[in-house]
């Protein structure tokens, strides 16, 4: 049984910044892309940043490219999502997912993720 745990989100400032790490267990991590989504009170769910098995491969949104950086750590079976100059507009809870199939290119497509953490909320103040 597969399960994600996120961790890391909070409160910040606009400007400031936050860690979310996502800890994997249950699937032989180092094979599966990983992404992150955020779901803002009232939108739909969007795709934040995704990550290839290797970490060799990255995708970002437009709206968090320059500012948020995705990286995994195999020997930790974690993801992490590093925001920076953050917005009140990244206001939103953060979930991490894992990929349907082993070594495939990362998506923004949520069907394409099959186990879902529960999410973490961060809140941007103004």
């Known amino acids: 049984q597969v399960q994600l745990v996120e961790s890391g989100g909070g409160l910040v400032q606009a400007g400031g910044s936050l860690r979310l790490s996502c800890a994997a267990s249950?699937?032989?991590?180092?094979?599966?892309?990983m992404g992150w989504f955020r779901q803002a009170p009232g939108k739909e769910r969007e795709f934040v940043a995704a990550?290839?098995?290797?970490?060799?491969?990255?995708d970002y949104a437009d709206s968090v490219t320059g500012r948020f950086a995705i990286s995994r750590d195999a020997a930790k079976n974690t993801v992490y999502l590093q925001m920076n100059t953050l917005t009140p507009e990244d206001t939103a809870v953060y979930s991490c997912?894992?990929?349907?199939?082993?070594?495939?290119?990362?998506?923004?497509?949520?069907?394409?993720?099959?186990?879902w953490g529960q999410g973490t909320q961060v809140t941007v103040s103004s």
């Open positions: 997912a894992s990929g349907r199939s082993p070594f495939t290119v990362p998506t923004r497509v949520p069907y394409e993720y099959g186990d």
């Open positions: 249950g699937l032989t991590f180092s094979r599966y892309p």
């Open positions: 990550i290839n098995w290797s970490g060799v491969t990255t």
